[in-house]
């Protein structure tokens, strides 16, 4: 997607989404076992946090991908019950936020 945009002189960003079982997000330790336990989603998320471990690293080297993955940080209540993956109406509006914050700092919107 990037090489095509800038083929064509067109703005890109890649925003890295938060995940609940890497780094700092505090949901809750049962909530964590209990994910953990299953064992389709252990391995899936053994892969995610794999995956998690390598892209933050990589992705500073990319101006165009932006890390959200901190967001959560220190948060609760932001992903649906149960759900590593996939966030609640708190966590979506803190993306949002989050997101918004970006493109009007680095004048990706017109004021």
Same mark, same amino acid.
């Given at each position: 997607? /990037?090489?095509?945009?800038?083929? &064509?002189?067109?703005? &890109? %960003?890649?925003? %890295?989404?938060? =995940?609940?079982? =890497?780094?700092?997000?505090? %949901?809750?330790?049962?909530?964590?076992?209990?994910?953990?336990?299953?064992?389709?989603?252990?391995? /899936?998320?053994?892969?995610?946090?794999?995956?998690?471990?390598?892209?933050?690293?990589?992705?500073?080297? /990319?101006? =165009?991908?932006?890390?959200?993955?901190?967001?959560?940080?220190?948060?609760?209540?932001? &992903?649906?019950?149960?759900?590593?993956?996939?966030?609640?109406?708190?966590?979506?509006?803190?993306? !949002?936020? !989050?997101? &918004?914050? =970006?493109?009007?700092? /680095?004048?990706? %919107?017109?004021?």
């Amino acid at each position: 997607m /990037y090489a095509c945009c800038k083929e &064509f002189n067109i703005p &890109f %960003l890649c925003f %890295l989404q938060p =995940y609940a079982l =890497y780094e700092n997000n505090k %949901l809750a330790m049962e909530e964590k076992n209990k994910i953990l336990l299953n064992p389709i989603s252990k391995s /899936y998320c053994k892969q995610a946090i794999q995956f998690y471990e390598h892209i933050t690293t990589v992705s500073k080297g /990319y101006p =165009y991908i932006v890390d959200l993955t901190g967001i959560f940080d220190n948060q609760t209540d932001c &992903f649906r019950h149960g759900d590593p993956i996939h966030w609640n109406e708190k966590g979506n509006q803190m993306i !949002a936020d !989050a997101i &918004f914050r =970006y493109l009007m700092k /680095y004048d990706f %919107l017109k004021k």
